[in-house]
């Protein structure tokens, strides 16, 4: 048995560390991955293989479930929260605002997914309204569910007016300015008159 002078000692940061990289779920990305590159995707792949239905169907099972873990690159949990007539315009639509605003982080590609799924909330609930403002009948139930609809559209529009200003402002460049004087007013559109003796730097 080794002295306990040999045993390692491990602090509490260290053993949280090792716990975490221990564990592993079925369908973490880790395990996802792994499975798909060396069991389902060889199998899938070898024309010669009587079970290539059978790889097939677990290929496309696993491989939703591994693009669901990668959201932001994907965005296939969007695609399925929406009406398959949008779907392709959401996918669309984030890749090119993505692009557009040069999204690097989580954060930012999570907020191109809010705009685009409130921006698709408001056409889709658009059309849904103007096919009741077309109807002939005017029902108690009808005139409630234009009502609800019609707080959607805004609702929705808020949500998408919101969540663009906000990434333009994470997206906007800093201006640093510094200023050195006893009295500085900070104003558009207006002349302003500063000592000689006072330094401005901006």
């Known amino acids: 048995m080794k002295n306990d002078k040999e045993i390692k000692k ?16 079925p369908d973490s990305k880790k395990l996802l991955l792994r499975e798909l590159a060396e069991e389902i995707i060889p199998g899938y792949c070898d024309l010669k293989n009587p079970e290539k239905d059978e790889y097939l169907k677990r290929f496309q099972e696993k491989s939703l ?10 965005h296939v949990a969007l695609m399925e929260s ?5 779907r392709m315009l959401s996918k669309e639509m984030c890749d090119q605002m993505m692009k557009e605003f040069d999204c690097q982080n989580e954060m930012e590609k999570s907020l191109v997914e809010l705009i685009v799924n409130a921006f698709i909330r408001v056409l889709d609930n658009s059309r849904r309204l103007n096919n009741e403002l077309n109807g002939r009948d005017i029902t108690p139930n009808r005139n409630i569910y234009i009502a609800n ?14 969540n663009l200003l906000t990434l333009k402002q994470i997206k906007m460049p800093q201006v640093e300015m510094n200023i050195k004087a006893n009295t500085a007013f900070v104003s558009n559109n207006q002349q302003i008159n500063v000592n000689k003796d006072e330094n401005i730097k901006a």
């Open 82 to 86: 929406l009406d398959e007539n949008y």
């Open 149 to 162: 609809l019609s707080k959607q559209i805004d609702r929705a529009n808020r949500q998408y007016i919101s």
């Open 65 to 74: 479930k591994y693009l669901r873990i990668i959201e932001n690159e994907s």
């Open 10 to 25: 491990y602090n509490p940061e260290e053993a949280k560390k090792l716990i975490l990289s221990a564990v592993e779920f």
